[in-house]
């Protein structure tokens, strides 16, 4: 009677598992493609699967962008001073312009002043005032410059670091291209992956959505702790109703290795 009741829980467990079948794939793959245009200076064939650092595995030439960068920087620099000047110059003038306003107004009200001494105190007050007007565009005008040469800045920075690659913690899958060859934008470069953990892909069945998250997750025959970490209840453009999850597991010695799933209820 005994070995009746275990082969009845056997069975139910059995008919209740759904069983699927997935690759140990990395957690993230990135396949890297230039921002740039440029000479391949350096490519570390040496680092191919080993674990990267800091150190650049890939260099693309950056001479001409480093030397503009200086002459930018250089240039913001002394149009930033000029700038500060004119605006010591416009405060200057403002002092100024409110004296001639103050003597002119006192000036034209006098009978023993004549009308070309009283002209001649307004066209002066009238060109100062246009040398203030002047040097005020002169301000704005050199703003505007140095709003562009600041983008100009930011450009040539951010083209500078994507010169020079790296991407410590990741491995190192392939290199795309060799030392000497010319890359433009959109060429790829090289295929990096994160091994510190694994993920596995599988696809359920329509009647198997319901109840995965909340199932026992089995691995090549052995109970885990995992449960599905990503779902999708969209069905697949290619696995017609099919539904896409993934479960995230350390990483193995060996990945790309198949492995079997089970789906298990609690019953």
Do not use: C
Request: hydrophobic content about 40%; charged content about 30%; overall charge positive.
């Amino acid at each position: 009677m005994m070995k009746l009741i275990l082969l009845f829980i056997v069975t139910v467990m059995s008919l209740s598992a759904n069983v699927y079948y997935s690759k140990i794939e990395p957690y993230e793959v990135r396949k890297i493609a230039s921002n740039v245009s440029g000479v391949v200076l350096t490519a570390n064939e040496d680092m191919l699967g080993q674990t990267l650092s800091s150190t650049p595995y890939l260099r693309i030439d950056a001479k001409l962008d480093t030397s503009e960068l200086k002459f930018t920087k250089d240039k913001l620099q002394y149009l930033k001073k000029t700038v500060k000047l004119n605006e010591n110059i416009v405060n200057n003038l403002e002092v100024s312009l409110e004296k001639k306003r103050l003597n002119y107004e006192r000036v034209k009200k006098l009978k023993i002043k004549s009308s070309v001494e009283k002209d001649k105190e307004f066209y002066d007050l009238i060109n100062s005032e246009n040398s203030s007007l002047t040097t005020l565009k002169e301000i704005n005008t050199l703003k505007t410059q140095v709003a562009d040469l600041e983008i100009r800045k930011k450009q040539l920075v951010r083209s500078i670091n994507d010169k020079s690659l790296s991407a410590k913690g990741f491995k190192l899958y392939s290199l795309e291209v060799k030392v000497g060859e010319v890359v433009s934008k959109g060429t790829p470069l090289a295929t990096i992956m994160d091994t510190s953990r694994a993920i596995l892909t599988i696809y359920l069945n329509e009647e198997d959505v319901i109840n995965a998250k909340k199932s026992v997750i089995y691995i090549n025959g052995k109970k885990t702790a995992y449960k599905i970490d990503r779902f999708l209840n969209i069905a697949d453009s290619k696995n017609i109703s099919k539904y896409m999850a993934q479960i995230i597991i350390k990483a193995p010695k060996i990945f790309s290795k198949l492995a079997k799933v089970e789906l298990k209820q609690n019953n």
